[in-house]
């Protein structure tokens, strides 16, 4: 087993950047995605372990819970904690501390993911996606250098009520949003967007992706497709896509990757 382990979920990649640049400075490190359910949840031998993932809503993205639930950690094991955002942090790291109370823990802002509500460069501080991917890799190497030292946060993450209570509406807005996904003649039927799909709710039928009833509102489908195809009723047909640049879709969607 690896020394460190990170346990992640990311949508438009940059979560997954984050904690690549992480566990380029550890040295040894598995990243485990949590985009489905974990293919490792037993980290009995690791030195840290670690959660890096996006606040959706005011919370933790869908099934991410379920994942930190099922995660076993050793009493001792240092643990860390990364949430990237639009704007705040969210109730995330409160909800992970609840179950595996974090050493350490930290918030980055990155470009917004969920561009039906908001174009992706609304974020704080406000910066071109090059200027933020240029901030998030140098927050990633700070973030890197405490964990590396196993820093430790003074306070518990806050609870953030009003989040929470945010994150509970927004999943129910997600819902109704998921039934106004449009897909325009520009579809080639390339089925990047089934691929894309962290919860298998898309199938290519007729050359054309169809839609079913398990949207978790990640976007990646919308962000990934090459043809800019895929719309949530008119809004987003004018907004720019956004995808990290170091991230592949193959590593999005893996299983778990190893970094020496």
């Known amino acids: 087993m690896a020394e460190n382990i990170i346990f992640c979920y990311s949508a438009t ?30 980290t009995a031998e690791a030195r840290r372990v670690g959660f890096v993932f996006s606040c959706n809503g005011g919370g933790l993205p869908v099934g991410v819970l379920d994942s930190v639930r099922a995660v076993s950690v050793s009493a001792g094991t240092y643990t860390f904690g990364v949430v990237q955002c639009a704007a705040y942090m969210g109730t995330g790291l409160y909800q992970i501390d609840q179950i595996h109370p974090l050493d ?48 430790r946060t003074e306070k518990r993450p806050p609870q953030r009520r009003l989040n929470a209570l945010e994150s509970k509406v927004f999943t129910d807005l997600v819902a109704r949003k998921a039934k106004q996904y449009r897909v325009s003649d520009k579809c080639v039927g390339c089925g990047i967007c089934a691929r894309a799909c962290p919860r298998q709710n898309i199938h290519i039928s007729g050359g054309i992706p169809i839609f079913g009833q398990d949207c978790i509102g990640c976007l990646s489908c919308i962000q990934f497709c090459p043809q800019e195809a895929i719309n949530v009723g008119k809004v987003t047909e004018k907004r720019e896509r956004y995808t990290n640049p170091n991230v592949t879709l193959a590593e999005l969607t893996s299983e778990s990757i190893y970094i020496k």
């Open 13 to 42: 990649g940059n979560c997954l950047d984050m904690a690549k640049n992480i566990a380029k400075a550890l040295g040894d490190t598995e990243i485990v995605m949590m985009r489905a359910f974990p293919v490792k949840t037993d």
């Open 104 to 151: 350490y823990w930290a918030s980055a802002t990155h470009q917004c993911g969920c561009i039906w509500l908001m174009p992706h460069t609304l974020m704080m501080p406000m910066l071109s996606a090059k200027a933020a991917q240029k901030r998030s890799e140098k927050l990633a190497a700070r973030f890197a250098g405490d964990i590396k030292e196993m820093k």
